[in-house]
């Protein structure tokens, strides 16, 4: 209980440094907010809250189809440029604000590029803008690096009149008011910056860069392009865009906002339903809807392993420093080293240390846990996801008093390896630590694109 008090209590502490004071890095054509926070992992039901807050901090864009937008299924179709690529950062400024109107022109974009700091496409060409759009228009292609020329482009090749963004907006509000006593210019400029920074900050560490487990060579890609019936407003589409750039997966963006006719599309797709997301893998014929399934496949199919919820990472590196010393301490007296016959507490010790070698032994992968402990239950879902047989032993539910079933095993554990919090893994007989810490951890291990090659050498060995 304690251990996830602390959890919380880390959760909030990096929340608040992450979302108060977000490092904007601007330049000559972006704007973009770092963070070093990255929770990249299965969405939980915080996700869902803080996408969905995103999305209303920015409405009314990109969420209902322009009724000044010229329509690519209405008759000048044919005549429309098409957009062949958009380099793109799903957590930038400057990137939404095209996806915002590309959603409210309801139009398809071919290639969507996942283009952050390390991503492929950057590695290729650390020169390119981002957003950049490159369109074909009359038969010939044109590229347009920046926010304000892909608005440019847009507004002026699909849209019957100039649309306004927030700036424009409120300047005229500002100038309708001329005289007043009031400064709104102050105002006016503080709100289209809150407009603007507000969906990064309650997204912070998602969308903005490639996640570990697919940074590697090794990693499966899909050779066609996945598609996505996504529109910009939507709180579970954005969910799904944020794991296609961590994943830096290429995807057709195939907009289905309110009041686009591609919604028709759709249903006749999934037999009557519109609802977005909406996923397509041609290389394996997948198509589903609901946010949690696509993200669980995405990871499942187009990464190494499924990263766990690193709100854990932030929680370990507060908890584990706290609680060490306190473990040192406690596991040997929870064990009976307080009492006066030396010589029962030494018997009862090596007894346990002897069981410990055995089961560690007996098995190419030991794992000891507490059931109640959130980084076991994530340690053992992360060897599951790895597809990683292994041997699990409990010492009870926790190790606070009452809740520990087995103190001398514990203690043991904190003579054999110098570590007596759980998870505590073996591979091949020798500990590697949790499910962040250790030697070096379970995480860092995988990372490092170590641990599946320790477990197959642990296999042959005991085979």
């Known amino acids: 209980m304690k251990t996830h008090l602390l959890i919380l209590l880390a959760v909030i ?29 299965i969405p939980t039901p915080l996700d869902t809250l803080t996408s969905g807050l995103a999305s209303i901090a920015r409405l009314p864009h990109g969420v209902t189809v322009s009724e000044q937008g010229i329509s690519l299924v209405g008759p000048a179709a044919p005549y429309l440029p098409r957009i062949k690529k958009l380099y793109d950062i ?9 996806r915002e109107r590309i959603t409210e022109y309801d139009l398809v974009v071919d290639r969507v590029i996942p283009s952050a700091e390390n991503s492929r496409a950057m590695k290729e060409d650390t020169s390119t803008t981002v957003p950049t759009l490159v369109a074909e228009i009359d038969g010939k292609e044109e590229t347009f690096a920046g926010v304000g020329a892909i608005l440019a482009f847009l507004n002026d090749k699909f849209s019957t009149e100039q ?7 409120l300047k005229t ?49 899909p050779v066609k392009p996945l598609v996505l019936y996504s529109y910009e407003g939507n709180q579970f589409c954005r969910l799904v865009r944020e794991v296609l750039t961590e994943l830096d997966i290429v995807y ?7 009041e686009s006719p591609r919604r028709k599309e759709l249903a006749a797709i999934t037999g009557g339903s519109s609802q977005c997301p909406y996923l397509i893998d041609p290389n394996i014929n997948v198509q589903m809807a609901e946010s949690n399934d696509i993200i669980e496949y995405l990871y499942k199919t187009y990464a ?39 010589f029962e507490y030494q018997a009862s010790l090596a007894e346990a240390k002897a069981s410990v070698y055995d089961e560690i032994s007996s098995a190419p992968v030991v794992v000891y846990t507490y059931a109640l402990s959130p980084f076991c239950t994530e340690v053992t879902a992360l060897l599951n996801r790895c597809g990683i047989q292994y041997k699990e032993v409990s010492l009870g539910d926790e190790w606070l008093p009452g809740l520990l079933k087995e103190p001398a095993k514990r203690a043991a554990l904190l003579e054999i390896t110098g570590q007596s919090s759980l998870p505590n893994v073996f591979v091949g007989g020798s500990s590697i630590g949790g ?12 990372e490092k694109g170590e641990l599946m090659k320790l477990v197959e050498e642990a296999k042959q060995f005991m085979s």
């Open 252 to 258: 057709e963006l195939r907009s289905a906002g309110k």
């Open 435 to 446: 499910l962040f810490s250790g030697n070096p951890g379970v995480v860092p291990s995988l």
């Open 163 to 169: 649309q306004m963004d927030d700036t424009t907006t």
């Open 90 to 98: 799903e957590n930038n400024i400057d990137c939404r604000t095209i």
């Open 304 to 342: 190494l392993w499924t990263p766990p919820n690193e709100l854990l990472r932030s929680a370990s590196g507060i908890v584990t420093p706290l609680l060490t010393p306190l473990y040192r301490i406690i596991a040997p007296l929870q064990a009976g080293s307080y009492k006066a016959n030396e």
């Open 173 to 221: 509000i500002t100038d309708a008011s001329e005289g007043a006593d009031i400064n709104l210019k102050g105002i006016v400029d503080k709100l289209v910056e809150v407009k603007d920074v507000l969906p990064c900050i309650l997204r912070a560490g998602r969308g903005s860069s490639v996640c570990t487990a697919a940074l590697p060579s090794t990693v499966p890609r």
């Open 13 to 41: 502490a990096s929340s608040e440094s992450d979302a108060f004071s977000p490092s904007v890095v601007h330049t000559q054509h972006q704007r973009q907010i770092r963070s070093t926070t990255q929770l990249q992992s």
